[in-house]
């Protein structure tokens, strides 16, 4: 028999709302998740604490461990911490470092994971991957769909506002990746999950559209099922391409390149966006994505985030090395440094008028 459908690696339980985390307790016992209520709990030393005391008495089988970081001696550590004592899921409680920790640990000892996200700084809240600190610098891995994605709006706005506005860069930054995967398609013929690029490119589109700003509770939404949705489409895809491109090679490269001076993912992804989309001469939606992310308060220019148009072309002309294999309008191009400085110019001119 034919295939007739495909099935698509997605939570069972995705829950976004103000006073989410109320319900945590009812959301981990659906049969699903937890028949027993035994569970593992992994949260930061800082803000993790003060949800512990929240959370605990209505978790009564839970066991709670803090993570030191995003590393992935961490992870190997809380992983070896939680095997053979039976729990039925992992849950990792906190910002994107608990969250990656938690599913590289969960995937090792073959638990499913459950992602309950107190912020909102970028897309790996539901994705198949974990960016984890490592002796060569970061490395990215391949690991389930977290199996529910638990996000309470009321925690979200009392995180730093800097945690919102890179999850805004982030998912902005989908609509530029999604342009580089289909450059690939016409030049060298690589395959475009439909599926997986309207998903990412909705999740795009409604935050890049929205008039909402971080304090509203209609954007925070409208953000967090961006966030969520990226995700399944990374899952969907099997690899970063709706969401990664030259926008995230210029990132890994500022990463690289000043490892003390880089700011966070969210805006520099958003900054290597719009200049891509100057690269490849869409002027006109470069200039709305530095509107947009100008409108909530990210960086447009390098100057904006520490860095001097020297240091940006450096990024620029390195960027390609960080992603060995992926074709973006940076390799189309293969600019030589006197040729990204003309380029970024132009852009810094365009902006600015």
């Known amino acids: 028999m034919p295939v007739l459908t495909r099935l698509i690696p997605s939570p069972v339980v995705v829950d976004i709302r103000p006073g989410a985390l109320d319900d945590l307790a009812g959301i981990l016992a659906d049969q699903r998740i937890s028949s027993s209520g035994t569970l593992a709990i992994a949260i930061s030393g800082g803000s993790g604490r003060a949800l512990r005391e ?15 970081g995003g590393t992935i001696d961490a992870a190997v550590q809380l992983a070896d911490s939680i095997k053979g004592k039976r729990y039925d899921a992992v849950v990792g409680l906190g910002g994107g470092k608990i969250l990656d920790v938690a599913k590289y640990a969960a995937a090792r000892v073959g638990l499913p994971m459950v992602a309950v996200a107190t912020n909102l700084a970028h897309d ?20 389930p769909t977290p199996i529910a994605t638990v996000i ?23 609509l530029s990746a999604l342009a580089d995967w289909e450059l690939s398609q016409r030049v060298n013929g690589e395959k475009v999950d439909g599926l997986a690029a309207a998903m990412a490119r909705t999740a795009g589109e409604s935050v890049l559209r929205h008039p909402g700003g971080v304090g509203d509770d209609a954007f925070l939404t409208v953000l967090a099922e961006a966030l969520v949705l ?11 391409r709706p969401s990664s491109g030259a926008c995230h090679e210029i990132s890994h490269a500022f990463d690289l390149l000043y490892p003390q001076r880089a700011a966070s993912h969210g805006e520099q992804v958003g900054l290597g966006a719009a200049f891509a989309m100057h690269l ?13 992310l100008r409108r909530h308060g990210l960086p447009v220019l390098p100057d904006e985030i520490g860095f001097t148009a020297e240091e940006f072309v450096a990024a620029v002309e390195y960027a390609p090395q960080t992603r060995p294999g992926r074709f ?4 189309h191009l293969d600019l030589t440094t006197d040729q990204i400085r003309d380029a970024y110019a132009d852009y810094a001119k365009t902006i600015r008028s």
């Open 280 to 292: 490849r001469g869409a002027t006109e939606q470069s200039g709305l994505f530095a509107d947009v």
């Open 54 to 68: 929240r959370l605990e008495p209505s978790l009564p089988g839970a066991h709670w461990y803090e993570v030191a």
């Open 230 to 240: 990226t995700g399944i489409a990374i899952s969907i895809s099997g690899d970063t």
């Open 152 to 174: 309470d709006l009321d925690v979200i706005r009392d995180a730093p506002p800097r945690y919102i506005r890179s999850g805004i860069g982030d998912t902005v930054s989908n």
């Open 328 to 331: 973006t309008i940076l390799e």
């Open 124 to 143: 790996g809240i539901c994705s198949p991957v974990a960016t984890l600190d490592n002796d060569n610098g970061r490395g990215s891995y391949g690991l």
